[in-house]
């Protein structure tokens, strides 16, 4: 890494706890009590919506990124994602199988992952995956390593947020068997995480040599969180409405 670059990139990805994409009105709804079915299933389908893509745009950063040390950094990132080579650890599908088994034990019928499939997104919900895979392939590989470096510094507290909320619906289970559901959280929280965070930090600045380049590293950051930002106002608003 370029020891000049480095910690401008880390004070940028250190940015995210202030901003709208993670300080909103959904993360404190979703933690503050037990939430009725119909609310649930907006977020889960809506957040299923939104990871689905996750992975790709990973792979997207890999084909989208010329610099070869900051490549090897997504590569490792994507074999995380997809369970480091074992199928069943797959993270989305760790997700559907959480996602579908808390709807199935919150609401009067079985839930099934495909089931999360049916229907179509919100409109903020496809205005973020659009804008997302904008940024993941654009010309410009240091604003594609911008946008990583905003959607892997999201994503760990994102997790949290996310977990914390869970926490309400812990009574559906026994013990060992609610955190044996929440094994998406705890390999995100316990470790891939944070692997991401610091590996998207590593290509960022792999891939800055100049302030101009600093700036359009931001520039894909910024765009990122903004689009996180209005994700999950959209979000909210449905769950209020639902």
């Given at each position: 890494?370029?020891p000049?670059?480095?910690?401008?990139?880390?004070?940028?990805?250190?940015?995210?706890?202030?901003?709208?994409a993670?300080?909103?009105?959904?993360y404190?709804?979703?933690?503050?009590?037990?939430?009725?079915?119909?609310?649930?299933?907006?977020?889960?389908?809506?957040?299923?919506?939104?990871?689905v893509?996750?992975?790709?745009?990973?792979?997207?950063?890999?084909?989208?990124?010329?610099?070869?040390?900051?490549?090897?950094?997504?590569?490792?990132?994507?074999?995380?994602?997809?369970?480091?080579?074992?199928?069943?650890?797959?993270?989305?599908?760790?997700?559907?199988?959480?996602?579908?088994?808390?709807?199935?034990?919150?609401?009067?019928?079985?839930?099934?992952?495909?089931?999360?499939?049916?229907?179509?997104?919100?409109?903020?919900?496809?205005?973020?995956?659009?804008?997302?895979?904008?940024?993941?392939?654009?010309?410009?590989?240091?604003?594609?390593?911008?946008?990583?470096?905003?959607?892997?510094?999201?994503?760990?507290?994102?997790?949290v947020?996310?977990?914390?909320?869970?926490?309400?619906?812990?009574?559906?289970?026994?013990?060992?068997?609610?955190?044996?559901?929440?094994?998406?959280?705890?390999?995100?929280?316990?470790?891939?995480?944070?692997?991401?965070?610091?590996?998207?930090?590593?290509?960022?600045?792999?891939?800055?040599?100049?302030?101009?380049?600093?700036?359009?590293?931001?520039?894909?950051?910024?765009g990122?969180?903004?689009?996180?930002?209005?994700?999950?106002?959209?979000?909210?608003?449905?769950?209020?409405?639902?």
């Amino acid at each position: 890494m370029s020891p000049r670059y480095e910690a401008p990139v880390r004070d940028l990805a250190a940015t995210t706890r202030k901003h709208a994409a993670l300080d909103n009105d959904f993360y404190r709804h979703w933690q503050s009590v037990p939430l009725p079915y119909t609310q649930v299933d907006v977020f889960a389908r809506e957040f299923y919506a939104r990871t689905v893509n996750t992975s790709v745009m990973v792979a997207l950063s890999v084909l989208h990124t010329e610099d070869l040390a900051a490549r090897v950094e997504c590569v490792k990132n994507l074999y995380s994602e997809y369970g480091n080579g074992d199928p069943a650890k797959a993270h989305l599908l760790l997700l559907e199988q959480f996602l579908s088994d808390l709807l199935t034990r919150l609401g009067d019928r079985h839930v099934h992952p495909d089931d999360l499939r049916t229907g179509d997104p919100l409109p903020s919900t496809t205005a973020f995956s659009t804008g997302q895979r904008a940024l993941f392939t654009n010309d410009d590989q240091r604003i594609v390593q911008g946008a990583l470096l905003g959607q892997e510094h999201l994503a760990y507290s994102m997790l949290v947020r996310l977990y914390e909320g869970v926490r309400n619906y812990k009574h559906l289970y026994g013990e060992d068997e609610f955190h044996e559901a929440c094994e998406y959280f705890y390999v995100h929280i316990g470790e891939a995480e944070k692997e991401h965070r610091e590996q998207a930090v590593v290509s960022a600045v792999q891939v800055c040599r100049t302030d101009a380049d600093l700036a359009r590293v931001r520039r894909g950051f910024d765009g990122f969180l903004d689009l996180t930002a209005a994700y999950w106002a959209g979000v909210h608003d449905a769950m209020l409405a639902a």
